[in-house]
């Protein structure tokens, strides 16, 4: 009988700490996030390969979350071989946003059989740089989305789309014919304004941080790489 009470009483003291326990470990992440950080909005939080760390992306953002400790970590993950990998998540997110890009507002240029999308600056080096590697490509048609850095870009692209011939002017700005200060053709035409504006939300909505970025077969290519664009094109 002394043997069945005190294992009893041993269940008793048990079960509290196991409801308890319980309780402590059902609380997702993603939960506890939202109580410690009530004003920090996100559109996911993830686990990473590292044990008590979590990813949380904003959209537009990446930085990593530990519920044990109450604390948010910014900066870059990389691994020993020297991969970033908060930079391939990053780009890995933006691919996913950019299977549903309204293609049919991009200034298109070619007529080729692979898609290239491109964000640009008309005023970039880098942009200019690959205009020059893909004019000389029959085999893509780029589709172009406009992300002026300055008000100096911001003018070239509106004196580009304002232009009756849209895509001998948008060669001349990206040949350098309209630079020093050289005059602009800036027209006041809604449908223009329209376009520079879905073009900007369109950045807002990928996270876009800087120019160029491409998008080809399903993966983004975040500045002019072209070993690593002409690989894609092949494969």
């Known amino acids: 009988m002394k043997k069945l009470t005190a294992i009893f009483l041993f269940i008793l003291l048990l079960f509290p700490t196991c409801v308890f326990a319980k309780n402590v470990t059902s609380v997702s992440p993603t939960d506890k996030f939202k109580k410690d950080f009530p004003k920090n909005n996100f559109e996911s939080i993830t686990p990473t390969g590292i044990k008590g760390v979590y990813e949380v992306y904003t959209g537009n953002q990446l930085y990593y979350y530990m519920p044990k400790d109450d604390v948010i970590l910014y900066g870059s993950l990389v691994s020993k071989n020297g991969v970033n990998i908060t930079r391939e998540s990053y780009l890995?997110?933006?691919a996913q946003k950019m299977?549903?890009?309204p293609l049919d507002s991009a200034l298109k240029i070619g007529n080729g059989k692979i898609t290239v999308v491109e964000f640009m600056?008309?005023?970039c080096y880098h942009c200019r740089q690959a205009y020059k590697?893909?004019?000389q490509?029959?085999?893509v048609t780029?589709?172009?989305f406009f992300f002026p850095l300055s008000k100096e870009s911001g003018d070239k692209i509106k004196h580009i789309l304002c232009s009756k011939d849209v895509l001998k002017t948008y060669e001349d700005v990206m040949n350098g014919k309209l630079d020093n200060n050289a005059p602009l053709s800036i027209c006041t035409?809604?449908?223009v304004d329209d376009i520079v504006k879905t073009h900007m939300q369109i950045s807002s909505q990928i996270g876009l941080r800087g120019t160029p970025l491409f998008y080809i077969k399903g993966q983004v290519i975040d500045g002019f790489d072209p070993p690593v664009i002409?690989?894609?094109?092949?494969d």
């Open 92 to 94: 890995k997110k933006m």
């Open 99 to 101: 299977t549903k890009l």
């Open 121 to 123: 600056d008309p005023n």
């Open 133 to 135: 590697f893909f004019s």
């Open 137 to 139: 490509r029959k085999d």
């Open 142 to 144: 780029v589709n172009v």
């Open 189 to 191: 035409d809604k449908k």
């Open 230 to 234: 002409e690989k894609l094109l092949k």
